[in-house]
Structure formats: C-alpha cells, structure tokens
C-alpha cells in the first residue's frame, strides 16, 4: 500500500544529464522530506540531496552540489533528482527514501521511514 517508486535511470556519457523521479503511492508525500540517495558495490549507501516537505529546503552532499538540482510537484506526488554535468564517478543505484518528519538533517531526511527499490544510473562513454 505504501510504495516509492525510482524512476528514470540509464546509460548516459560523461557531461550528460539525467532526471530522476520518484513518485510514491499510498500516502501523501507532501507531508514528508524525501531525499536522495546513491550506492555502489562494496560501499556504504550514501547521502545525495534532500529536499523539505514543502521544498523550501533544499541541502546536497558536496559531491553533487552545484550539479545536481532536487526538487518537487507535491500535486503529483513525485520528487525529482535533475543531475547535470554526469562523472563516471556517479554511477551508481539511486534511492529516494521518506522522511519521519517535514524536514532534512543536512542532505538527508532526519530519520528514514522507507525505500524504494532503486534505479540504475551507469556514467560511461
């Protein structure tokens, strides 16, 4: 019943962009930060971006930050994660995940209440 859903993954070149959405169903996803999130074999999930439940705030791991753009249509329920100027450096299975709470604790929601399953994003030429 409640679900999120990744979006939008690929194959891209090194310089290109992708936008990723994820769209949740089941509860209202306006009431919730959503953040992004990134994992490559062998490593820690990580952090990416994290946007408030009104999209207000917006916060990005340095990695990312002035590259990739969170944002959200609270009318259709998604959020999205546009990512420009891609580096091989950002493969990787992309995650969005609910908050508990409205609101981010640097470039992650406060405490996580849920997943979803991942999309794939490959940079490579």
């Known amino acids: 019943q409640v679900q999120l859903v990744e979006s939008g993954g690929g194959l891209v070149q090194p310089g290109g962009s992708l936008r990723l959405s994820c769209t949740a169903s089941g509860f209202t996803m306006g009431y919730y930060a959503i953040g992004w999130f990134r994992q490559v074999p062998g490593k820690e999930r990580e952090g990416v971006s994290c946007i408030s439940s009104g999209g207000a705030s917006t916060n990005y791991a340095d990695s990312v930050k002035g590259r990739f753009t969170i944002s959200r249509d609270n009318a259709k329920n998604t959020v999205y994660l546009q990512m420009n100027s891609l580096k091989s450096e950002d493969t990787a299975v992309y995650y969005c995940?609910?908050?508990?709470?409205?609101?981010?604790?640097?470039?992650?929601?406060?405490?996580?209440?849920?997943w979803g399953q991942g999309t794939q994003v490959i940079v490579s030429s």
């Open positions: 995940a609910r908050g508990v709470y409205g609101y981010c604790s640097g470039y992650v929601p406060k405490n996580i209440a849920s």
